[in-house]
Every structure is written in C-alpha cells, then in structure tokens.
C-alpha cells in the first residue's frame, strides 16, 4: 500500500528526503546503515550522499523498484524475518513510520530484532507519529488505512529497554510540524502603549500657558482623579487579558505538540 499512498498524499521526494536527513547525526558517521520500511529511498539517499554505506528493505514491491532504479540497494522483504537473518551486521538501523503499523507484540518483536542485527555499539533510531500532537491523534493518523496504533515515547523506551538497548536520547522531532489553528503572534500582549502625560513642550506658547492655567484649576484635578481611576481599570484588565494570552499559549502547547516524536537507542 505504501507506493499508492505517497502517491494519493502527494509527497514529493525532496520533501520526505529533507524530513528523514536531520536523523543522519545519530548515526556513526560513514558506518553500514539499515533502512527498515526504506519506501521509495530518500533515507538512503541522504544517507549515501553524507558517506554511509546505506541499503534498505521494504515490503512494497513498487517502491523496492522504484528506489533500485535510483541506484538503491533495497531489497523486498518481510522486516522480522531479514533482520533475523542479519545477526550484528549494522552500525545503525533507521526505522521511520514503520512501527506505527504493527500491533504490540509484532512491535516488541520488530525492537527485538533489529536489536539482534546492530553491532556493539549500534545505533538504532525509531521514529513515529506523536500521539500528544491533536491533529496527528484525531485525523492525520487515522488517514493512512495501515497505521494499526500509536506509540509515545514511553512506549518506544520501554520497547528499546526490553530488547537489551540503552536510551541515549528521545525527544519531539523540533522540525515537524505542530499544525497550530491560530498564529502564536496573534496571542502576543504588548502594554508598551504611550500616553500623553504633559503638555508638549514645543507647543505655542500661548496654548502653553493656558494648558497651564487649566492643570492647576480644580476641573483638572477631577478630570485627573477620574483619569487615574480608569487607568486603574485598565491595568487590571490588562493584566486578565495577559494572563489569558499566557494560558492559551500554555493550552496551545499541550494540545499541539510536535507531529513526530523519536528514540535513539544503542546496543552496549
């Protein structure tokens, strides 16, 4: 289903290339990397083009071509199965939107097993739809028909953990999107609005003495009084309205997180 998905979705090569390229600097830099669920290649193809000897599997048939005839090494394969056979062969093993498509179980065996394929030292780096994102969890997840669950990043350090790898990093990819419905910009509270306190010192001069006269008669001082009263209103508005410019913020970065979460685990 993988090639008629990108193909519906519209994904573009660059696009997919530029999203799985920033998780090349988890990995031993010029090392035998093992792309898992490899699609149409643009992992492998950052991958080789920064110096690693990369190669790939996917079950997909079409996008095994496709990548192969880009010059990729990818193979058609069942994931369990090719890394069992794999036994401490790679110094890293990329795994990227895969492991959302397998139950619990196959998902601990998938850990599991590529585990067993990574060298001492290996690296393997898991990465996946994040279920604290509001748009990944109410419809963007559900559009793909093969994703079977989400998994948080507890979920994928417990999996890590189980298979014998040590977690050295797990995080919120920082690139990937948030899909927030307003502008945080938008939300922003400025006070910095400036009043006229004094008359203008480069006014004509007779406009200045009768400003003068007026500020020393007793209808300026109750035009003061009734001034400072209301300004004293304004402040406390302007403090509810920051505070609740704070809290939407606050709601805005619970409810719209990062739409990918990662793990990168090693083999000790």
């Known amino acids: 289903m993988t090639s008629e998905w990108y193909k ?4 573009s090569h660059d696009q997919v290339r530029a999203a799985r390229a920033i998780y090349l600097g988890h990995f031993p830099q010029g090392g035998r990397i093992l792309d898992v669920g490899a699609g149409r290649g643009e992992f492998l193809t950052a ?11 996917d079950s997909d048939h079409k996008v095994v071509a496709e990548a192969n005839k880009s010059g990729l090494r990818v193979v058609q ?3 369990h199965d090719f890394l069992l056979t794999h036994t401490r062969e790679f110094d890293g093993i990329f795994c990227a ?4 498509h397998f139950a619990p179980d196959d998902a601990k065996r998938l850990i599991n ?3 067993g394929a ?3 030292r290996g690296v393997l780096c898991v990465v996946t739809p994040n279920p604290g994102s509001l748009p990944t969890v109410t419809h963007e997840f559900w559009r793909d028909p093969s994703h079977v669950r989400l998994y948080d990043l507890e979920a994928l350090e417990f999996l890590c953990h189980s298979a014998g790898l040590e977690v050295i990093e797990s995080d919120k990819n920082p690139h990937a999107e948030m899909g927030l419905p307003v502008d945080p910009q938008d939300l922003s509270f400025d006070k ?3 009043r006229l306190e004094t008359p203008d010192p480069e006014q004509p001069r007779v406009a200045g003495m009768i400003a003068t006269q007026f500020q020393r008669s007793r209808m300026a001082r109750e035009l003061n009084a009734v001034i400072h009263q209301q300004r004293m209103h304004i402040e406390r508005l302007e403090t509810h309205v920051e505070l609740l410019s704070n809290s939407l913020h606050r709601l805005l970065n619970v409810l719209y997180e990062r739409s990918e979460i990662y793990v990168v ?3 000790p």
Do not use: K, Y
């Open 192 to 194: 910095s609005v400036p």
């Open 97 to 100: 939107h895969v492991i959302e």
């Open 118 to 120: 990574l060298n001492v």
């Open 47 to 57: 991958a080789r083009d920064s110096g690693f000897q990369a190669e790939g599997l």
């Open 8 to 11: 519906f979705r519209g994904f």
């Open 113 to 115: 097993s590529a585990a």
């Open 265 to 267: 685990a090693r083999r």
């Open 77 to 79: 394969a069942d994931a």
